[in-house]
């Protein structure tokens, strides 16, 4: 059975890393946003914050978590919430919590993706790099 997506909020007092809206190339065979695009998006969210705290170039080294609760659709204005949960010698590990705005559903707001990412400081030979100090 197909369940109505639970309403939500978008985060108050937090500005998205990132926000989005999804055009017809973006959708898959069945019309709704393929999540290949949703997961180059989380990507780019969870590396503003990671380059920010590297003070200069990263990698991503692991997807450590990635859940599509609810489908995003072409047409929605979709905005990626990126914190860092995580750091340690080389590396930042990142949330990100992804909401869709049904723009063309009286603009309803359904958070859709939940994900987790390590990435990795590197220096300019491509190597791990120790994070300057925060
Ligand atoms: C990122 C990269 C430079 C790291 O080099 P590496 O020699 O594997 O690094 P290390 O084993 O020293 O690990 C570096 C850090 O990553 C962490 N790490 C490595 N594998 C991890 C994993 N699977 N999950 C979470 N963290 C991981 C380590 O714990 C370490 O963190 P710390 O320094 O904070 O303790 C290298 O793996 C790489 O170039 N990967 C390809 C990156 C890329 O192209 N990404 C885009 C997707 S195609």
Redesign the pocket.
Known sequence: MNHPAPLSELPAGKNPALRVVPMPADANVHGDVFGGWIMSQV?IAGSIPAVERAQGR?????V?SFLFKHPVMVGDLVSFYADIVK???????VSVEVYAQRMRHSNECVKVTEATL???A?DDT???R??PTA
């Open positions: 990507d990263v990698a991503t080294v692991a450590n750091t340690g010698r080389t590396s930042i590990t390590t990435y990795v590197t491509r190597q791990p120790m994070l």
